[in-house]
Protein backbone atom coordinates (compact mmCIF):
# COMPACT_ATOMS: atom_id res chain seq x y z
CA UNK A 1 0.00 0.00 0.00
CA UNK A 2 1.17 3.08 -0.68
CA UNK A 3 1.83 6.04 1.92
CA UNK A 4 -1.07 8.16 0.21
CA UNK A 5 -3.17 5.19 1.08
CA UNK A 6 -1.78 4.14 4.04
CA UNK A 7 -2.50 7.89 5.49
CA UNK A 8 -5.98 8.10 3.92
CA UNK A 9 -6.65 5.10 6.02
CA UNK A 10 -5.59 6.23 9.06
CA UNK A 11 -8.08 9.67 8.70
CA UNK A 12 -10.51 7.87 7.70
CA UNK A 13 -10.28 3.69 8.01
CA UNK A 14 -14.08 3.06 6.34
CA UNK A 15 -12.58 5.18 2.97
CA UNK A 16 -12.56 3.52 0.08
CA UNK A 17 -10.44 4.72 -3.09
CA UNK A 18 -8.20 3.96 -5.95
CA UNK A 19 -4.54 5.55 -6.45
CA UNK A 20 -3.16 5.63 -9.48
CA UNK A 21 0.50 6.71 -10.03
CA UNK A 22 2.09 6.49 -13.69
CA UNK A 23 5.68 5.31 -14.43
CA UNK A 24 8.43 7.36 -13.19
CA UNK A 25 5.90 9.97 -11.96
CA UNK A 26 5.63 11.10 -8.08
CA UNK A 27 2.16 12.43 -9.58
CA UNK A 28 -0.98 10.83 -8.06
CA UNK A 29 -4.33 10.51 -9.02
CA UNK A 30 -6.96 9.84 -5.77
CA UNK A 31 -10.42 8.71 -7.04
CA UNK A 32 -12.88 8.45 -4.12
CA UNK A 33 -15.16 5.92 -4.50
CA UNK A 34 -18.51 4.56 -2.93
CA UNK A 35 -19.58 8.00 -2.12
CA UNK A 36 -16.50 8.46 0.60
CA UNK A 37 -15.95 11.96 1.52
CA UNK A 38 -13.02 13.49 -0.05
CA UNK A 39 -10.20 14.32 2.37
CA UNK A 40 -8.63 17.53 1.28
CA UNK A 41 -4.78 17.32 -0.03
CA UNK A 42 -3.54 19.36 2.91
CA UNK A 43 -4.67 16.61 5.52
CA UNK A 44 -3.37 13.99 3.27
CA UNK A 45 -0.14 15.39 3.53
CA UNK A 46 -0.34 16.37 6.84
CA UNK A 47 -0.78 12.86 7.78
CA UNK A 48 1.71 11.30 5.55
CA UNK A 49 4.23 13.66 7.05
CA UNK A 50 3.15 12.36 10.81
CA UNK A 51 3.77 8.71 9.17
CA UNK A 52 7.14 9.42 7.91
CA UNK A 53 8.13 11.01 10.94
CA UNK A 54 6.87 7.99 13.11
CA UNK A 55 8.55 5.34 10.85
CA UNK A 56 11.90 7.18 11.12
CA UNK A 57 11.48 7.31 15.23
CA UNK A 58 10.80 3.52 15.38
CA UNK A 59 13.38 2.53 13.17
CA UNK A 60 15.93 5.15 15.41
CA UNK A 61 14.39 3.58 18.57
CA UNK A 62 15.16 0.11 17.50
CA UNK A 63 19.29 1.06 16.17
CA UNK A 64 19.46 2.66 19.79
CA UNK A 65 18.13 -0.28 21.35
CA UNK A 66 20.45 -2.66 19.78
CA UNK A 67 23.32 -0.18 20.20
CA UNK A 68 21.79 -0.42 23.82
CA UNK A 69 21.99 -3.88 24.29
CA UNK A 70 25.43 -4.41 22.82
CA UNK A 71 27.00 -1.77 25.34
CA UNK A 72 25.42 -3.91 28.19
CA UNK A 73 26.88 -7.17 26.38
CA UNK A 74 30.79 -5.32 26.13
CA UNK A 75 30.16 -4.36 29.57
CA UNK A 76 29.71 -8.04 30.75
CA UNK A 77 32.38 -8.73 28.92
CA UNK A 78 31.01 -10.80 26.40
Do not use: F, H, Y
Request: net charge negative; aromatic share 2%; no cysteine.
Amino acid sequence: MSLTGKAILEINPNAKVTIVRENGSSEETITWVDGTVEISQSDIDTKRQEIITRLANEEQAEIDAKASGNTKLLGLGL
